[in-house]
């Protein structure tokens, strides 16, 4: 019986990179019934300005499973990102994101095999944003001002960063059990708990308790700004870094490919 699949071409380059995915994939004997869905720029105006139909979300949820190419995301307006519409739609909270070397691929160290578990739902990824010049913006400025806070400058467009014990349980549970099934030896917190006290210092003390309930996988925590600067002096192998949105950003771009 074939799988079913949900594909969605993307824009750009999109659509050569899945055709290229589609045909590896179909190379390995493994029988599809791709379930073709459009989304991104080149649709908004067939559905109102939406560029994530609800249709390509329900095609999805009936699948189970989506192969999506590169989509266009306008920088500094327009709609916003159809990978982020993706992730809170459907609670897609867990990114995965392996780094691995591969013999007769020249890179700069050798033998690394490591994997990002990144948060997709929280943090600054929850697009939860405020414009400059906004009513909304300076309601909220006032309102911190009042609460004795302080911003460096009042014409300021404002991100809000919010972290929950129940969204970091899960991920951090999440990559406990990655790693267990996956043979990886430690799990790594990455976090900017020494700046950020009360967002990234929630999930480090979440992270740790789960570690004390967690006893098949070794494991430890860092700054991201350190796990960043040893990755580029030496990554190690057969390790497991879980992030949240904001530190897994300079993570992804340290760690060699």
Same mark, same amino acid.
């Given at each position: 019986?074939?799988?079913?699949?949900?594909?969605?071409?993307?824009?750009?380059?999109g659509?050569?990179?899945?055709e290229?995915?589609?045909?590896?994939?179909e %190379?390995?004997?493994?029988?599809f019934?791709?379930d073709?869905?459009e989304a991104?720029?080149?649709?908004?105006?067939r559905y109102?300005g939406?560029?994530l139909?609800?249709?390509?979300?329900?095609?999805?949820?009936e699948?189970?499973?989506?192969l999506?190419?590169?989509i266009?995301t306008?920088?500094?307006?327009?709609?916003?990102?159809?990978?982020?519409?993706?992730r809170?739609s459907l609670d897609l909270?867990?990114q995965?994101?392996? *780094?691995?070397?591969?013999?007769?691929?020249?890179?700069?160290f050798e033998d690394?095999?490591?994997?990002?578990?990144r &948060?997709?739902?929280?943090?600054? #990824?929850?697009?939860i944003? #405020? &414009?400059?010049?906004?009513?909304? %913006?300076q309601?909220?400025i006032d309102w911190?001002?009042?609460k004795?806070?302080?911003l460096?400058?009042d014409?300021?467009g404002?991100s809000?960063?919010?972290?929950s014990?129940?969204?970091?349980?899960r991920?951090?549970?999440?990559?406990?059990?990655?790693?267990?099934?996956?043979d990886r030896?430690?799990?790594?917190a990455?976090?900017? %708990?020494?700046?950020m006290?009360f967002?990234?210092?929630?999930?480090?003390?979440?992270?740790?308790?789960?570690?004390?309930?967690? @006893? +098949?996988s070794?494991?430890t925590t860092?700054s991201?700004t350190? *796990?960043?600067?040893s990755?580029?002096?030496?990554?190690?192998?057969t390790?497991c870094? *879980?992030?949240? +949105?904001s @530190?897994?950003t300079?993570?992804?771009i *340290?760690?060699?490919?």
């Open positions: 019986m074939a799988h079913r699949v949900t594909l969605i071409p993307g824009d750009g380059t659509p050569e990179l899945t290229a995915t589609r045909r590896v994939l %190379a390995t004997g493994v029988d019934d791709w073709v869905r991104g720029a080149d649709v908004m105006d109102g939406n560029p139909p609800d249709e390509v979300l329900d095609a999805i949820r699948t189970g499973v989506a999506k190419g590169p266009t306008p920088v500094g307006g327009g709609f916003r990102s159809v990978n982020v519409a993706l809170k909270y867990a995965v994101r392996p *780094c691995k070397t591969y013999p007769g691929v020249r890179t700069r690394v095999d490591l994997i990002v578990v &948060e997709n739902t929280e943090d600054l #990824y929850a697009g944003e #405020y &414009e400059q010049g906004s009513e909304d %913006a309601e909220l911190i001002k009042s004795g806070g302080e460096a400058h014409d300021a404002i809000i960063k919010p972290i014990i129940s969204g970091t349980r991920i951090v549970q999440f990559a406990f059990d990655y790693a267990r099934r996956n030896r430690k799990v790594t990455v976090h900017k %708990a020494n700046i006290k967002s990234d210092g929630l999930y480090l003390q979440v992270a740790r308790e789960v570690r004390l309930r967690t @006893t +098949t070794n494991s860092g991201s350190t *796990c960043a600067c990755s580029c002096s030496g990554p190690r192998s390790t870094w *879980c992030c949240r +949105t @530190t897994a300079s993570s992804r *340290c760690v060699p490919a």
